[in-house]
């Protein structure tokens, strides 16, 4: 069965890092872009960051830029979302997802269940 499996959210406080993990399981992740998006409650569902199917190329929403980073490893079929400098309205439940070959800030197909994310002011 093809997975995207979110983890690595958790409590942290304003200032601090977190690094989610998102690890694919039934594909191989190499035929796709991959994105992090987030849903605050209250409010849409927002793209964060992309990747390119080889690393090469990123795309950061602006409120990230900075602070964020997207990396993945295609031999371990995972990608990760460093975040560092944590504001109290990063607080949001953390999608990874995943776009064949393009990458995109929108259109993609394939989403995992999401992995909570809370910064305490």
């Known amino acids: 069965q093809e997975q995207l499996a979110e983890s690595g959210g958790g409590l942290v406080q304003a200032g601090g890092s977190l690094r989610l993990i998102c690890a694919a399981s039934?594909?191989?992740?190499?035929?796709?872009?991959m994105g992090w998006f987030r849903h605050a409650p209250g409010k849409e569902r927002e793209f964060v960051v992309a990747?390119?199917?080889?690393?090469?190329?990123?795309l950061f929403a602006d409120s990230v830029k900075g602070r964020f980073t997207i990396s993945r490893d295609n031999a371990k079929n995972t990608v990760y979302l460093q975040m560092n400098n944590l504001k109290h309205e990063d607080t949001a439940v953390y999608y990874c997802?995943?776009?064949?070959?393009?990458?995109?800030?929108?259109?993609?197909?394939?989403w995992g269940q999401g992995t909570q994310v809370t910064v305490s002011s």
């Open positions: 039934g594909r191989t992740i190499s035929n796709y872009a």
């Open positions: 990747i390119s199917q080889c690393g090469g190329r990123t």
């Open positions: 997802a995943a776009r064949f070959i393009v990458i995109s800030k929108d259109d993609y197909n394939h």
